[in-house]
């Protein structure tokens, strides 16, 4: 202690030799970026014990270069640890450490803390980038130039920069934060800072030539200096890395540092520190762009595409939309709903246009009248689905308008149908027409007047009278009412037929004839004549021709089958022929009438009482046993000998009630139930043969019927 208290009031009397400046290399850097490298002087302490300091001359700063080795020779080991140390806090004065021992490799510096009061403020250091891999300067051979002495300043003063030297704090903090120790050891390489020395060298004057003793120690002292710069190089890493997470960082745990670390600024470390995108990153952004890019595409695209649609849709206006016209029976129907789709663009996007006109059927006025009614649609080439309901809701038919032309109505009645047109896309060669479907829903009447025909107006006695009637809706027999008696209607090829026999004793004149067919009720008008019969007088009644059968002299075995149903037709193929082929002789005929004992007066006027008129014919063959054939094709309804004046007798029952009767065979080519054909051997006949026609019980002249001069049997 008592050396320290020597050298520091020695110490003013002595002028201080200037300090050698030693300047480095030139950076790539600007000026700027270089921080000033801190001139250290060795002054004699101020009698308080504070340090003196030269007043700064200007506040420019000297241009720094970078990878300059600076070396100091001959620099006295003054007390920095004294000198460059910070101001503690007011409570704090600084220690000062008194060497243990002499020893050749200085200690590691033990940094005192510095005084709160009176702090001077630090200078704005700069980030540097070579100062984490500093490197110890090599001794120059030769001795540098000694700085010039520094003038003691009041201490509590901060020092302003020089031209000539940069105004820098040459006391740094005992623990200062790691941007003040990178930025210390920025400024200078010379060991002087890197701890403190002992308490006798801190008397020498700055800028003396060091002893030789330490002069031998200095390779060490470089080494120690390099060790330091690293170690701080590392701690200024730690603290930009640190610096990067915080803005603000949390002060140490260790003893707080009276005052704050020099600002740094930090700019350039965070644009550096910046992390930079990745390849997946980049390209992630630069997909996600592209997206954007074709999302505005697509949205452009999709706004001209709705305005042209628009556009189209205001277009397709019902007067696009088809007409198609629907006539039933004659009457044209009007649809009750449609739902077309009119193209907008293309098949793709359409316009509906739907409509009910009326929900209940439409009522036809007119009644149907025809079995058949037609039903057309224009235009024919859309697909059509037709279902006709009756009363009690069931259907009676369902297809096509094309199917219903061959469909026939069963009976009268009031029928509920509906129509439905179809245009589809598969049915149209242009997928871009109209497509949809249009409805008829109508409500109609069958009444069905069924056609009522007299055949045959006049007629004459004996003769055959025929009324046909068309087809019926409720397929039941038509009736007939009349003073003719008559078998009924019978079915024929067009509807029906009723065969009426005029007796030969019908009153001439009209005659009134009732049809009734399927609730309709309809009056024929028949004209009878009388026909020109030729009668026989005799004076004896053995004269009469025997054997003898008249109207109420049938057999009880022909009677019976003549009130039997008749089948159907057989005489359409062929007609009726003689049942002989060879002549004969009618020694009576239909119509003729036998008296005996007659008057001159009575056979005159051919009136007289008594008398017998013939229904049926009786021939005469040339020839005895001659053969007889079927006059018509029939049925053979009886083929036996009754007996007595019958002998063998054969019914055929030629349809519709008309049967053809034989008396007087002598023998029989026939059996009851046999079919038999026009011309067909039927028998061998006897000296003469009854034959007789009927319809019904009523018979007629079969020589009209043989000979083809029966209108009436000319319809079937």
């Known amino acids: 202690m008592e050396e320290d208290k020597k050298s520091t009031a020695v110490q003013p009397e002595e002028a201080p030799k200037p300090k050698p400046r030693r300047r480095k290399a030139a950076s790539p850097q600007s000026a700027a970026d270089t921080p000033p490298a801190p001139t250290d002087s060795a002054e004699p302490p101020a009698a308080d014990g504070q340090s ?35 101001k503690a806090p007011a409570d704090e004065t600084p220690e000062r450490k008194a060497p243990a021992q002499e020893s050749p490799v200085p200690a590691a510096p033990e940094l005192a803390e510095p005084k709160s009061e009176n702090k001077p403020e630090p200078p704005e250091t700069p980030a540097r980038e070579d100062a984490a891999a500093p490197t110890v300067p090599d001794v120059p051979s030769t001795p540098e130039l000694p700085e010039p002495a520094e003038r003691a300043e009041p201490a509590g003063t901060e020092p302003e920069p020089t031209a000539d030297a940069p105004a820098a704090d040459d006391t740094p903090a005992a623990e200062a934060p790691p941007e ?40 060490l002292a470089a080494e120690a200096a390099r060790m330091a710069n690293i170690s701080r190089t590392a701690q200024l890493s730690i603290a930009q890395i640190m610096a990067g997470l915080e803005e603000d960082p949390a002060p140490s745990a260790g003893p707080a540092p009276a005052s704050e670390a020099p600002q740094h600024d930090s700019a350039g470390d965070d644009e550096d520190d910046e992390p930079q995108d990745t390849i997946p990153q980049a390209l992630g952004r630069g997909v996600f762009g592209m997206f954007k890019w074709l999302l505005l595409v697509v949205l452009f695209v999709l706004i001209i595409a709705g305005g042209g649609v628009a556009w189209l849709y205001r277009s397709a206006t019902p007067d696009m939309l088809p007409e198609v016209k629907v006539t039933f029976d004659g009457q044209e129907l009007a649809p009750t709903a449609y739902k077309w789709h009119v193209p907008v663009v293309g098949s793709f996007f359409r316009r509906t246009y739907a409509e009910t006109l009326n929900s209940s059927p439409v009522v036809l006025e007119d009644a149907i009248s025809d079995a058949s009614p037609d039903i057309i649609v224009t235009p024919s080439d859309y697909s059509t689905q037709l279902t006709i309901t009756d009363a009690d809701k069931e259907t009676v038919y369902e297809g096509s308008v094309t199917g219903f032309r061959s469909y026939l109505f069963a009976e009268n009645g009031t029928f509920d149908a509906k129509l439905v047109v179809t245009a589809s896309d598969s049915a149209a060669e242009d997928r871009s027409s109209v497509t949809g479907t249009e409805t008829w829903q109508f409500r109609f009447t069958v009444s069905i007047k069924p056609s009522v025909t007299l055949c045959t107006p006049t007629v004459q006695q004996g003769s055959v009278a025929a009324v046909r009637v068309g087809s019926t809706m409720s397929r039941t027999e038509p009736t007939l009412t009349g003073p003719l008696e008559s078998t009924g209607f019978v079915r024929a090829a067009n509807g029906w037929i009723c065969y009426l026999p005029i007796p030969w004793n019908a009153e001439t004149g009209n005659t009134e004839l009732t049809v009734t067919a399927d609730g309709y009720t309809e009056t024929l008008t028949l004209s009878v004549r009388a026909a020109s019969y030729s009668y026989k007088d005799y004076s004896a009644k053995s004269q009469l021709m025997s054997p003898y059968i008249g109207a109420g002299d049938a057999p009880d075995a022909v009677r019976r089958l003549l009130t039997t149903d008749g089948g159907e037709i057989q005489w359409a193929v062929g007609g009726f022929v003689q049942p002989f082929l060879d002549s004969f002789d009618t020694p009576l005929l239909y119509g003729m009438t036998e008296y005996v004992g007659r008057s001159y007066s009575e056979r005159s006027t051919n009136y007289g009482y008594g008398g017998r008129t013939s229904t049926n014919v009786v021939i005469k063959p040339k020839k005895s046993k001659d053969s007889m054939i079927v006059p018509a094709s029939g049925h053979v309804l009886l083929a036996e000998d009754l007996g007595g004046s019958y002998g063998y007798t054969v019914v055929i029952d030629h349809g519709a009630g008309l049967r053809s009767i034989f008396y007087g065979l002598t023998a029989l080519d026939v059996e009851a139930g046999d079919d038999v054909k026009q011309g067909q051997l039927l028998g061998t006949s006897g000296r003469t043969v009854v034959a007789e026609l009927r319809i019904g019980t009523v018979p007629i002249n079969p020589l009209l019927v043989w000979r083809g001069q029966c209108d009436g049997l000319k319809y079937y």
């Open 52 to 86: 003196t300091k030269k007043p700064a001359a200007s506040p420019k700063k000297p241009r720094a270069k970078k990878n300059t080795k600076t070396t100091k020779t001959a620099k006295s080991k003054t007390p920095k640890a004294a000198k460059t140390t910070k």
């Open 180 to 219: 003040a120790a990178a930025a210390d050891t920025a400024v200078t390489d010379t060991p002087e800072q890197t701890g403190d020395v002992p308490a006798e060298d801190a008397a020498e004057p700055s800028g003396l030539v060091f002893s030789d003793d330490l002069a031998n120690d200095k390779a």
